[in-house]
């Protein structure tokens, strides 16, 4: 979306939280790479970030045991958000809900993702 705020600085932000609550409620760069990796979680507690990125690579790194909800755009790019694609100028957002393998007690992560240009990729690990 061009346009969108992306105000956040330059460079990259690599961030491990181990906990729900240090899960930042939006992670955002003006140019750079963002990779949030979600597999350290020790929570139960539902989980749900938004990422804003003006151009670069964002990487989430979810568990295989979580119950992921996604929402991915990407105004000039690649998406790939669990197997869901698009890629190109203006492709249409991309969203679902990917369960994992942790049955009924599995966590619950919402990401939401927009960038202008670049590479978006949510994935497990």
Known sequence: MPGTDCTGGFGDINAVPSTAADVQPVYRRTVGNIELDLTQLDT??????????GAGTTT???PASADVRFSCRVQAGDVDCLGHRTNGM???VVTGTDRGSGGADAPQITVD??????KVEVRRD
């Open 44 to 53: 139960s507690a539902p989980v749900a970030t938004e990422i804003y990125n």
């Open 60 to 62: 989430v790194l979810v």
């Open 90 to 92: 203006g492709g249409p």
């Open 113 to 118: 993702i927009t960038q202008d240009a670049g």
